[in-house]
């Protein structure tokens, strides 16, 4: 068994992390004097299937209704936010597991995708978007002329 020493300068806490971010904070405030408030996002759980048609990309975004969801494709890039309503209670939380905030994430999404035929629905919570190929890369078969 081999042990390993870790310098002052490896952990995180250490003076040259300090530095560090010392500059990058100076170097945020140059190119974005005001910079927007950071919200707190929680990443939903994804998963992407193709079919011949496209694809179906399928997240989780427990605590969200239709109202909630916003879709958006930009730039190639398709980005979901799911604004959860907020629940009040009258007790005290003892133990949660579950985190707080709104749902973001982003994709970067193949050009052979025709973002103006994407459709989504929600259902209990899962987001579901079809995203179709494009007919131009969909496979066809091409007869021969007599």
Known sequence: MNLIRYHLSQLPNSPAFDRFAMLRDELTRLVDPAPPARENY??????IIEDKDGFVLVAEMPGVSKDGVEITVENGALTIVGRRTPTESKTATLH???LAGDFRRAFEIDPSIDATKI?????????TLHLPKAEA???????VAD
Do not use: C, H, Q, Y
Request: positive net charge; charged residues 30%.
């Open 137 to 143: 890369v969909k496979p066809r078969k091409i007869v």
């Open 96 to 98: 949660r597991e579950t």
């Open 119 to 127: 459709s989504a629905r929600i259902d209990n919570g899962i987001l």
């Open 42 to 47: 929680v990443t939903p759980l994804a998963n």
